[in-house]
């Protein structure tokens, strides 16, 4: 039976990224050596490295304006440590949208001064705060593009003169935007891009070295760009499963084409949330996500059921985080509109099961 990935991360990737990669771990370019064992400083692999990271520029539209890519180790959840670290001199403001924002504005704290420019803590994260203030002195605005946990997505992002940085772990590479206001995004591989083990950061160059701060070379965003991503052995798989993917996403037509999908793929799901009378959505209707659709049951008599059900049909990874429960359909780049039907129809057939 075919399986429907909607797991939220590591998640799926693209049929061809599987296979490539596989063939890579027995035989990498036809050297007779897998990608796993080869030196990372080898000819190959330095050119799987420099490839990589010219393609999230030219894909983001960021080639030849300012910006440097590292791809790193830790996750996100390193970068928010990172971030104060390298940027972080007086004071911060930080958006709070879910965990992920709530941790990366914890992390700042030993460096300066946190300010939280707004919330959505008190209403169980379930909507994006807007006409907020950022203060103008700030050394830069953070905030978190989605949030995969509680379904919801920055739709705009405020215009300020102060530099933005943005953890788009989980919607890097989904929709157009212009990514020249960002000065800083940083993101996950495995929710769009790859293999779990690697995280990417875009810097603009202008934002280094500010804060007069000494900074280990291991923290050091400037040290890293310096040695090319070099800086210590990289996660070579997971850096090569994103060159397998950027190339997937750049020959489908790149970020234009595949926000369509995305789109599609998104309104299909939502629109049997509302219809279906069994379901009920939990994110704000203007700030749903189009990667993490997060919904509940009315009834909770029918879970047993549903939950059979959708396993019966193939679907994997449909449960909630287990801090809010529920149901969380994540529909990244390469989940093809066929698994989202099949969902879609599963929730029909429940309606009628139980009626």
């Known amino acids: 039976m075919k399986k429907h990935n909607f797991s939220a991360g ?30 990372h400083r080898s000819k190959d692999f330095v050119a799987v490295m420099e490839d990589t990271r010219k393609l999230a520029l030219e894909l983001l539209g960021l080639t030849d304006k300012g910006y440097q890519v590292v791809f790193l180790q830790g996750g996100a959840s390193m970068e928010f440590l990172r971030i104060p670290y390298n ?44 006409g907020f203030e950022i203060p103008v002195d700030a050394d830069y605005f953070h905030c978190t593009s989605n949030n995969t946990i509680y379904g919801t997505q920055m739709k705009a992002f405020p215009e300020t003169k ?15 935007l212009d990514f020249s206001k960002f000065d800083v995004i940083y993101a996950g591989a495995q929710k769009n891009m790859g293999a779990a083990g690697v995280t990417m950061v875009i810097i603009k160059e202008s934002l280094l070295n500010q804060t007069g ?32 993917t950027l190339n997937w996403l750049k020959n489908l ?35 749903r996500s189009n990667m993490n659709a997060t919904f509940l049951l009315k009834d909770e008599t029918h879970k047993e059921l549903f939950d059979q059900m959708w396993k019966d049909a193939g679907i994997n ?29 599963v929730m029909k057939e429940l309606e009628k099961a139980v009626n």
């Not at 590591?10 to 990608?35: D, M, R, T």
């Not at 709530?102 to 379930?126: D, L, Q, R």
């Open 162 to 176: 102060v530099p933005v940085i943005c953890d788009m772990s989980s919607d890097i590479f989904s929709r157009s």
């Open 87 to 130: 940027f972080l001199k007086n004071k911060a403001a930080y958006l709070n949208t879910g965990t992920w924002a709530n941790n990366a504005m914890k992390e700042a704290k030993a460096f300066g001064e946190t300010i939280e420019v707004a919330s959505s803590k008190n209403e169980n994260y379930n909507h994006i705060p807007k």
């Open 253 to 287: 037509g790149g970020i234009e084409a595949i926000e369509k999908v995305n789109e599609v793929k998104a309104e299909l799901l939502y629109n049997e949330i509302d219809r279906n009378p069994l379901f009920l959505g939990t994110a704000a209707t203007e700030d």
């Open 213 to 244: 701060r000494e900074i280990p070379n291991i923290l050091n965003y400037a040290k890293h760009i310096e040695k090319e991503s070099m800086y210590n052995t990289p996660s070579v798989f997971a850096v090569y499963t994103c060159y397998l």
């Open 317 to 345: 990874g449909l449960s909630g985080h287990r801090s809010v429960g529920g149901y969380r359909a994540s529909m990244y780049n390469a989940l093809p509109l066929e698994s989202v039907e099949v969902l879609v129809n």
């Open 10 to 39: 590591p998640c799926i990737l693209p049929q061809e990224v599987f296979e490539k990669s596989a063939q890579a771990v027995l035989n990498f370019n036809n050297s007779g050596l897998s990608i796993i064992e080869i030196s």
